[in-house]
């Protein structure tokens, strides 16, 4: 490990610390033996072929698995020390510090105003022109401001899908999360409107922790500051196939000199 390494560990405190997670899905284990921790203000990036695990690993981050039926989380998941899935944490509150933006675009069924207060409404604040304040400044903070402000009262749905998924961060970020966690936020965007989600990000992560899950290893190696690799392997005690961590560490090192031969193979192109 380098000097600057180093001094970028020091500066930067751990969030999640992932310790033996396995997730399982009634009998079905669906990711094993993952161990990895997550750092402040930075973007780190779930990287592996379909089946690995990535977004099941994302969803134990803010207790989305409690949502399915027969979900069971092992191992110990922390969130500044604390255990995320202790008896006395609430799993809603858990979900308003930790926001999440999905795969696809899915704003409410009503206007660009209503969609970013929608949440701060549902935390109790009422007054007008503090709403008024909270949609600015979360749309101005996705760089959808300029583009919507003189129709803040039309419907969100009549957006283009690159402005829908802004909007969808906007909305995320309106209840002050600490964390933002990204379920493929480009999957269904062209080129150009992907462009713009990454330059959001970059510009998101000086006042948010960002976790991107992404099967798109140039948008990986582009936005994000460390990197996690997993992918699908034999699991002996079910002979089918489950999630597994290869290996984890900062993009720059990860896709130039990887520690793991399955990782420069799928950097590579040679599987996956």
Known sequence: ????????????????????????????????????????????????????????????????????????????????????????????????????????????????????????RINGIRDRVKLDEIVEKSLRAAALWDEVKDRLRSSALGMSGGQQQRLCIARTIAIEPEVVLMDEPCSALDPIASARIEELMRELKNRYTIVIVTHNMQQAARVSDRTAFFTAELDSQSDQRTGVLVETGTTAKLFSNPREERTENYITGRFG
Do not use: W
């Open 1 to 120: 490990m380098t000097h600057v390494e180093t001094f970028s560990e020091v500066l930067a405190p751990v969030v999640f610390d992932l310790s033996s997670l396995e997730v399982f899905y009634g009998s079905f284990r669906a990711v094993r033996d993952v161990t990895l921790q997550i750092r402040a203000h930075e973007i780190t990036a779930f990287i592996g072929p379909s089946g690995c695990g990535k977004t099941t690993v994302l969803r134990c981050l803010n207790r989305m698995n409690d949502l399915i039926a027969g979900a069971r989380v092992g191992g110990r998941v922390t969130y500044h020390g604390v255990d995320l899935y202790g008896t006395q944490v609430s799993a809603p509150e858990v979900r308003r510090r930790i926001g999440m933006v999905f795969q696809k675009p899915n704003p409410f069924p009503k206007s660009i105003y209503d969609n970013i207060a929608f949440g701060p």
